[in-house]
C-alpha cells in the first residue's frame, strides 16, 4: 500500500447524502420532507405544534398519561403542559432504572408578539404594536407578508382561536419601510440599528367608520370586525397570546428541490423529526421519550421552558407508574442512567457569507446530521460540552446504522455563538451532546434545509431511541 493509500485510509472526510442513499431511500427522504412541510405550514406557534404532535400521537397509540394505572414495556404515553409543551414516551424492555434515551427539541420560534395594548391610529392607518421575540434581524421583518396567529378571550371568558393571513382568501399584514429615495439618513446608520424595535408596527386597516364624530374612526372599523368575527372587545388584546408570523406555506427550493424553505425551522425541523422517529419506533430497550420544549429563544425560562419542572414532574410520574417506586433515589439513578441528544439546529455555511465559518469545524447542508461536541459562544460560555466517551457512543450507533453525519461548531469562536436546552440537561447529571440539521439563513422569515439532512436526522434519533 502506498503512501497515497495511507493518508486515504487514515484521513477523516464528510460523506455527502446525495452520494450514499439508494433511489428507495431517496424516495422515502422525499416523502418524509413532504410530511414535514404539511407539519411545518400548519405548526407556527407553540400551541400549533403541540396539537398537531397529539394528532400524530394518538394515531399512533400513544393515550394521555393521566388516562393510565400502570405501564408495562411498549405502552406509549404522553405528557402536555399549558399547551405548549408535550413529552411522548414509549416504555421499554430494560428496567426504567436503567436510563431513558431523551431526544430534546424546542418548538418555540424568532417571531413578533403582540403588546398588551396593541392597537392604535395613526395617520388614517390602524397599525398593531409588536414586541419582538428572540434573536431576529428586524429589518427582515419588513415587508413581507405577515399572518396573526394566537389565542384571546371573550368578556364572557371563552377562548378564541385565532388565525387570519393564511388562506388564500385572508386578507395579509405587513410592517413597511421607507422608501430608498428618502432614506438617506436611514440608510447610513448600522444594519443593526436602522429598524427600530418600536417600529415595528404592523399594518392591519385603513378605512374608517362612515361618523365624523369618531376620531380614530379606522381603528373604530378593526375593533367591529374582530367584534363581529369573533366576539373580542379590545380588553382581550390584554391577556391575548398573538403571533405575528410570515403568511404562507413552506416551499421546494431549488431546481432539484433539495431543500425545504420556510418559517420557524430553527427548531421545528428538529422537533418533526425527533416527534417522527418515535412514532416509528415499536419497543426499545431502553424507554425513549421524546422531549418538546417552549421558551428556548428567550433563554429556555418559565413554566413552558426547559428550566421549568414540568421534564422532572413528568418523569418522576412515569418512573412511579413503571415500577411502583417515588423516592429520589430511585428517581436519581433513572436521570444518571439516561441519555439525551439536544436536537437543535447549526448553521450551515452559506458561500454568501464564508468569511463567518471555520469550515473545517463547520456544518455543510447536504453532509448529514450535524454533531455539536458544545456550542456556547466566545470560550464556550454557556456551552454543554460532551464527554468523549458518550461522542464516541452516539458516533458509534450512527455509524451501525448508516446514518451520515458530520461534526461541527457555531461559526468562528470570536464571530459569536448560541446555546440550546443542552447545558439545562447536562445540569441535571445526564450525558447530552447538541445535534440537528444545518440551516441557512436561520432567524429569519424564510430560513432553508437540506432534505438529506432532514432524513439523517430522522435515522438517527430512530436508531438512538431503539438502539442505545
Not at 399512533?60 to 405548549?84: C, H, I, M, Q, W
Not at 388584546?237 to 406555506?249: D, H, M, N, Q, Y
Request: glycine share 8%; hydrophobic share 35%; aromatic share 8%.
Amino acid at each position: 500500500m502506498d503512501q497515497k493509500d495511507i493518508y486515504t485510509k487514515l484521513k477523516y472526510k464528510t460523506k455527502k447524502v446525495h452520494d450514499e442513499i439508494t433511489p428507495d431511500q431517496r424516495r422515502e427522504m422525499m416523502d418524509l420532507a413532504d410530511e414535514y412541510r404539511e407539519f411545518l405550514d400548519n405548526g407556527k406557534t407553540e400551541r400549533e405544534c403541540v396539537k398537531i404532535a397529539i394528532e400524530m400521537a394518538e394515531k399512533n397509540g400513544f393515550v394521555p398519561f393521566s388516562e393510565t394505572d400502570s405501564l408495562k414495556a411498549g405502552d406509549r404515553v404522553y405528557f402536555t403542559n399549558r399547551k405548549k409543551n408535550i413529552i411522548l414516551a414509549i416504555i421499554g424492555e430494560e428496567d426504567i432504572e436503567n436510563g431513558i434515551n431523551i431526544v430534546g427539541a424546542h418548538i418555540d420560534a424568532p417571531r413578533l408578539d403582540l403588546k398588551q395594548n396593541p392597537l392604535y391610529q395613526s395617520k388614517d392607518m390602524a397599525l398593531l404594536k409588536t414586541h419582538y421575540y428572540g434573536g431576529i434581524k428586524k429589518y427582515q421583518w419588513t415587508t413581507v407578508p405577515l399572518a396573526i396567529h394566537g389565542v384571546c378571550y371573550t368578556k364572557d371568558g371563552e377562548q378564541v382561536e385565532i388565525t387570519i393571513g393564511e388562506n388564500e382568501n385572508d386578507p395579509v399584514f405587513c410592517i413597511t419601510d421607507l422608501l430608498p429615495h428618502l432614506a438617506k439618513d436611514q440608510m447610513a446608520k448600522k444594519l443593526g440599528e436602522a429598524i427600530e424595535g418600536e417600529a415595528l408596527n404592523v399594518l392591519v386597516g385603513g378605512m374608517g367608520v362612515n361618523d365624523s364624530d369618531i376620531d380614530d374612526s379606522v381603528k373604530c372599523n378593526i375593533l367591529n370586525i374582530l367584534n363581529i368575527s369573533y366576539g373580542i372587545t379590545e380588553e382581550s388584546f390584554l391577556s391575548a397570546e398573538l403571533e405575528i408570523v410570515p403568511s404562507g406555506k413552506s416551499r421546494n427550493v431549488g431546481i432539484d428541490s433539495a431543500f425545504v424553505g420556510g418559517y420557524g425551522q430553527d427548531d421545528r425541523v428538529c422537533a418533526f423529526t425527533a416527534l417522527k422517529s418515535i412514532l416509528d419506533v415499536k419497543v426499545p430497550n431502553k424507554t425513549a421519550m421524546c422531549l418538546l420544549v417552549d421558551k428556548e429563544e428567550i433563554g429556555s425560562t418559565g413554566n413552558t421552558g426547559m428550566l421549568s419542572k414540568f421534564f422532572e414532574m413528568a418523569t418522576l410520574e412515569l418512573v412511579e407508574k413503571v415500577s411502583g417506586k417515588n423516592d429520589m433515589v430511585t428517581f436519581n439513578k433513572v436521570i444518571r442512567n439516561s441519555a439525551c441528544m439536544s436536537s437543535d439546529v447549526s448553521a450551515a455555511v452559506d458561500p454568501n457569507y464564508e468569511s463567518a465559518f471555520e469550515p473545517q469545524n463547520s456544518s455543510f447542508a447536504g453532509r448529514g446530521l450535524a454533531l455539536m461536541k458544545y456550542t456556547g459562544s466566545r470560550g464556550k460560555s454557556g456551552a454543554s460540552d460532551a464527554s468523549s466517551e458518550f461522542v464516541r457512543e452516539i458516533a458509534t450507533i450512527l455509524n451501525d446504522n448508516e446514518v451520515i453525519w458530520q461534526t461541527c461548531e457555531l461559526g468562528k469562536i470570536d464571530q459569536g455563538g448560541g446555546g440550546t436546552i443542552a447545558m439545562y440537561v447536562a445540569n441535571m447529571n445526564m450525558d447530552v451532546i447538541d445535534c440537528g440539521v444545518p440551516v441557512l439563513s436561520m432567524h429569519s422569515p424564510f430560513e432553508v434545509t437540506h432534505k438529506g439532512d432532514i432524513y439523517m436526522a430522522y435515522k438517527a434519533y430512530k436508531a438512538f431511541y431503539k438502539d442505545r
